[in-house]
């Protein structure tokens, strides 16, 4: 099956365990940071979906380090709040309060900027040594623990407005 052209009707076929792919996949279309306009075009259920998974993916990968190295906190972290409050992630919402308060404090000390590197190997180098006394470690490490419980939240939320999921 073709994720990136599912349709409605191929959406409301599926149960909740069988969403992560499609989703990641369809919804790409929708990233902020690749296409802005239709970002702000698709309906709310459907940004959320997006937010949701752009940060999971960002944390599960790299830890809240590389979701503020590859500059995904630039959205606002008010936006991150509110969507994991939509799909009843409380536990999120506080970690992402943690997140604040934390890059606040440690922001002159952070590989916050891309713009920033030299050259792609000064990236890699760069990017490895942000990890040396990360100071997110501890809320990563909370977030990892909690990662099924997001993603069957997040997976019941798109159940419930399944009908704006597809083409």
């Known amino acids: 099956m073709d994720y990136e052209t599912m349709t409605k009707e191929q959406f409301k076929k599926l149960n909740a365990d069988e969403l992560h792919d499609p989703v990641l996949i369809w919804t ?6 690749m ?11 459907i940004k959320v979906a997006v937010i949701v998974m752009m940060m999971h993916g960002e944390v ?8 503020i190295c590859n500059g995904m906190h630039d959205l606002g972290f008010e936006l991150y709040k509110e969507v994991y409050g939509i ?6 919402v506080a970690l992402i309060k943690q997140l604040e308060q934390i890059y606040k404090a440690n ?7 891309r713009s920033a590197f030299e050259s792609e190997q000064a990236s890699i180098e760069a990017f490895s040594k942000s990890y040396e006394n990360d100071p997110f470690e501890e809320i990563t490490e909370k977030y990892a623990e909690i990662q099924c419980e997001i993603e069957e939240k997040l997976f019941a939320y798109i159940m419930e407005n399944i009908e704006h999921f597809g083409d």
């Open 35 to 45: 296409d802005l306009d239709a970002f702000n075009s698709a309906h709310d259920s």
């Open 60 to 67: 599960l990968n790299g830890g809240f380090n590389q979701f």
């Open 107 to 113: 922001k002159g000390n952070l590989l916050n900027d």
């Open 87 to 92: 799909i009843g992630c409380a536990e999120v």
């Open 28 to 33: 790409s279309k929708f990233n902020p940071y």
